[in-house]
């Protein structure tokens, strides 16, 4: 059980990260060109 979660949590954290990471990129190319 404690690893099937320790996976899940991986994945959802690299999900996350990957949208934030996507998300400031979007951003950043929004703000440099209008």
Same mark, same amino acid.
Do not use: Y
């Given at each position: 059980?404690? /690893?099937?979660? *320790? /996976? !899940? $949590? $991986? =994945? @959802?954290?690299? *999900?996350?990260? =990957? @949208? !934030?990471? =996507?998300?400031? *990129? @979007?951003?950043r190319? *929004? $703000?440099l @060109?209008?």
């Amino acid at each position: 059980m404690n /690893q099937r979660w *320790a /996976q !899940i $949590g $991986g =994945t @959802v954290s690299f *999900a996350e990260f =990957t @949208v !934030i990471f =996507t998300a400031l *990129a @979007v951003v950043r190319l *929004a $703000g440099l @060109v209008p």
